[in-house]
C-alpha cells in the first residue's frame, strides 16, 4: 500500500505509461481513463493484441513491442492475466517503476513478482481517479 506522499511523487516523475488492454470503445473505463492521462500532460502508450490505433496513437502488440521503456505499467486485463504479465516483464530487458492493475483488479503472486524486482505495485485502484483525488483535478 503506497501512501498518498509516494503516489504523488511517482506520479509527478513517470510520465510515459503503457496501457495494457488499452481501446476505444466509446464509454470504456479504458477509453476514458486513457485520454484523461494523455490531457494530463503524460506519453501513452497503447497496448493491445489486435487493435492498431488506439486514441490516434500507434498502439503495439505487447509489452515487448514498445519503443521505449515506459515508467508506469497500467492493466486493464483481468486479475489472472496480471500474473502472465509480470512474468513477461521479468524477461523483459527493463523494469517499469509502477505496475499498476486498475479498479477491480489484483493479483498478490504479481505484486510479489514485481516488488521483489523493486517495482511499486498499486493493486485495485483507478489511475485516473487517484490522479484526480491527489493533484485536485
Avoid at 506520479?11 to 481513463?33: F, M, Q, R, Y
Avoid at 500474473?83 to 527493463?94: G, N, T, Y
Amino acid at each position: 500500500m503506497l501512501f498518498d506522499e509516494q503516489l504523488k511523487k511517482l506520479l509527478e516523475e513517470n510520465k510515459i505509461i503503457a496501457i495494457v488492454g488499452a481501446k476505444d470503445k466509446a464509454g470504456s473505463p479504458v477509453e476514458h481513463v486513457g485520454r484523461y492521462m494523455i490531457e494530463q500532460g503524460y506519453e501513452v502508450l497503447p497496448v493491445h493484441p489486435v487493435r492498431r490505433d488506439v486514441w490516434g496513437l500507434p498502439t503495439y502488440k505487447s509489452l515487448a513491442d514498445l519503443p521505449k521503456a515506459p515508467d508506469i505499467v497500467c492493466f486493464f486485463r483481468t486479475s489472472e492475466a496480471c500474473l502472465e504479465h509480470a512474468k513477461e516483464i521479468l524477461d523483459l530487458p527493463w523494469k517499469p517503476k509502477v505496475f499498476w492493475m486498475q479498479l477491480g483488479i489484483a493479483n498478490a503472486e504479481a505484486g510479489e513478482l514485481m516488488a521483489k524486482e523493486g517495482v511499486a505495485v498499486v493493486e485495485d485502484a483507478c489511475i485516473e481517479v487517484e490522479h484526480k483525488r491527489i493533484f485536485g483535478n
